[in-house]
């Protein structure tokens, strides 16, 4: 079975302060992992992906994430948050075989940026 | 760059109503899925869909939805007799089949949101 879990349901930084949102997953299988944006009243955007390869994955806007298979964690940073990155965040775990397509998404994190 | 789309953006119904949601999915994708979120809650999945059959669905997804792909191009979610619990955003996401891991990454929609009253 697989299960995600976002340990802070909200986060709150000052502009140019660095962020981290922290993700851990479990899962019966390799996963791919995946975190997502979503932006007040927007759909999803795909930030940045894990299928891997390289553990440490840079996506857009600035974020990047490390996967670390012995604690299971995939969290999410950014060195210096901007205002346009107040939104809510979703980590995602997806797991795909010949007969089992399989994505979960955890509860979300909402990051709050102060100016 | 190709993108999902869902229409309408916005629909209100009446309780007991059918509702059709439509999604036009990136055009060489071939599988595809459902989600939805009531408002503050998280993305729930709902069902996915290949070679015109479903591939799984979760508990949610139970007689009151039906899912279908009418035309090479329209992936439908009904909802047979609204219930006021079903208003929910709900999304629509897509992605490329084959052997790679780039296959796996799934592209959403804007999403439909939907009003049971």
């Known amino acids: 079975a697989q299960s995600v879990t976002q340990l802070d349901s909200h986060v709150s930084v000052s502009e140019g302060t660095p962020v981290l949102l922290r993700c851990n997953y479990s899962?019966?299988?390799?996963?791919?992992l995946f975190w997502y944006v979503q932006h007040p009243n927007k759909g999803l955007q795909l930030l940045l992906k894990?299928?891997?390869?390289?553990?440490l994955v840079k996506g857009i806007n600035g974020f990047e994430a490390e996967f670390k298979k012995s604690e299971t964690s995939f969290h999410l940073t950014k060195p210096s948050a901007h205002m346009s990155d107040a939104a809510e965040y979703f980590c995602?775990?997806?797991?795909?075989?010949?007969?089992?397509?399989?994505?979960?998404f955890g509860p979300g994190t909402s990051l709050s940026v102060i100016p | 760059e190709p993108e999902v789309t869902q229409t309408p953006s916005h629909q209100v119904t009446q309780m007991g109503q059918e509702v059709i949601l439509r999604c036009v999915p990136i055009?060489?994708?071939?599988?595809f899925y459902w989600y939805r979120q009531i408002l503050g809650q998280k993305v729930e999945f709902l069902v996915s869909?290949?070679?015109?059959?479903?591939?799984?669905k979760s508990e949610i997804f139970d007689d009151q939805f039906s899912v279908e792909r009418p035309d090479g191009s329209n992936f439908t979610l009904k909802i047979r007799s609204t219930k006021l619990e079903d208003s929910a955003m709900y999304f629509c996401?897509?992605?490329?089949?084959?052997?790679?891991?780039?296959?796996?990454?799934?592209?959403f929609g804007p999403g439909t949101r939907l009003l049971v009253l």
């Open positions: 996401a897509s992605r490329t089949s084959g052997g790679s891991f780039v296959s796996e990454t799934q592209y």
């Open positions: 899962s019966s299988y390799s996963p791919s």
């Open positions: 894990y299928t891997s390869a390289a553990t």
């Open positions: 995602v775990v997806s797991v795909l075989r010949t007969s089992y397509d399989k994505v979960i």
């Open positions: 055009s060489n994708h071939l599988y």
């Open positions: 869909f290949y070679n015109n059959e479903i591939s799984e």
